[in-house]
């Protein structure tokens, strides 16, 4: 849920490794919030997937590349939580590791995003252009909330309008040898030059959010194959990893370095699991592409997905639990 509301999972497994890290949180409340995370991040790429609802077979397309990672992360959750919840078994290795890294005396920082610093320059400008103008700096607290709700609504209006932009630039520049070459690259090198690709992109973004919504549009145009993305967005999955264990050296107990690491295994282990064999592999993909038919035919389905997935189901959690 913390996830889908800041709309990263680096912001969010970086804070959780944090807190575990100062002593405020302890592992076993961590390892499973990690792994909602996995599965929260993939919402931004589903929101990506309407730039396309006015087309039908382009939204098929484009929301059967956004889901296949919705249905991954849930198929790895529910083989590994429970194995890991009885045997412990990724926790041990997540332990061995932090064993020996801080044998080695190995230490990192964190390296800056680009994109990120743009994002947050731009972003900061307009924070204070606005606190500037008398009208909002004089507000109450319940005006300065209404208006804070209307700058949302306007910023979500603005991520709709990105989407379109980036749907029609993707088709003018994407020529179709272009199209053409770009799958069979792919489908030449095989799976593992994409997850390579996912991971490089990833690491050097710092968000999978960011390369999975870029994949959406490409697919969505018919640019690269949802079964060539795939293994790109598993990718993705394993170098988004990478921003938490380097956040955990800013950090005195080595718990930080554990959980980290345990993020990491466990996204590996996922795609260690999952892509290999092809039956297996099928699976998210297949019931991506199911549920895609029935949501290009009823958009309102995509909708209510989205509410429900990340939403609706994490807070009747909470509240179950609490």
Same mark, same amino acid.
């Given at each position: 849920l913390c996830t889908v509301l800041v709309q990263s999972s680096s912001v969010t497994t970086a804070t959780i490794v944090g807190l575990v890290g100062s002593g405020v949180l302890s592992l076993e409340y961590a390892i499973p919030m990690v792994m909602g995370a996995n599965i929260?991040?993939?919402?931004?790429?589903?929101?990506?997937? =309407?730039?396309?609802v006015r087309r039908e077979q382009e939204f098929k397309r484009a929301f059967a590349a956004s889901t296949m990672h919705d249905f991954f992360n849930l198929l790895?959750?529910?083989?590994?939580?429970?194995?890991d919840l009885y045997t412990g078994f990724i926790t041990r290795m997540a332990e061995n590791g932090t064993d020996f890294v801080l044998a080695t005396g190995f230490t990192a920082t964190k390296p800056n995003s680009p994109i990120k610093a743009g994002i947050k320059w731009g972003s900061n400008n307009i924070l204070d252009g606005l606190s500037s103008i008398p009208f909002i700096s004089n507000l109450s607290e319940n005006s300065y909330r209404a208006y804070a709700v209307l700058l949302i609504i306007v910023a979500i209006a603005f991520i709709f309008l990105s989407l379109k932009n980036v749907v029609s630039n993707m088709k003018s520049l994407m020529l179709n040898q272009i199209e053409f070459g770009l799958d069979k690259a792919l489908a030449k090198g095989g799976g593992l030059l994409a997850i390579l690709i996912g991971i490089l992109i990833t690491f050097s973004v710092q968000s999978s959010s960011i390369t999975t919504s870029i994949l959406v549009p490409i697919v969505g145009s018919g640019i690269l194959s949802i079964e060539n993305a795939f293994p790109i967005t598993l990718g993705a999955n394993i170098g988004t990893t990478i921003t938490a264990v380097l #956040?955990?050296? #800013?950090?005195?107990?080595? #718990?930080?370095?554990?959980? #980290?690491?345990?993020?990491? =295994? =466990?996204?590996?282990i996922g795609v260690i699991i999952v892509y290999p064999v092809k039956a297996v592999r099928n699976i998210?993909?297949?019931?991506?592409? !199911?549920?895609?038919?029935?949501?290009?035919? !009823?958009?309102?389905?995509?909708?209510?997905?989205?509410?429900?997935?990340f939403l609706l189901l994490p807070l009747l959690g909470v509240v179950l639990f609490n």
């Open positions: 929260g991040t993939t919402v931004t790429n589903t929101l990506v997937s =309407f730039g396309h790895v959750v529910i083989i590994l939580f429970p194995l #956040a955990s050296f #800013a950090v005195d107990d080595p #718990a930080g370095l554990t959980i #980290a690491l345990h993020h990491v =295994f =466990f996204n590996l998210p993909v297949n019931l991506a592409k !199911r549920l895609s038919v029935i949501t290009a035919k !009823r958009r309102y389905i995509a909708i209510l997905y989205v509410l429900v997935t």
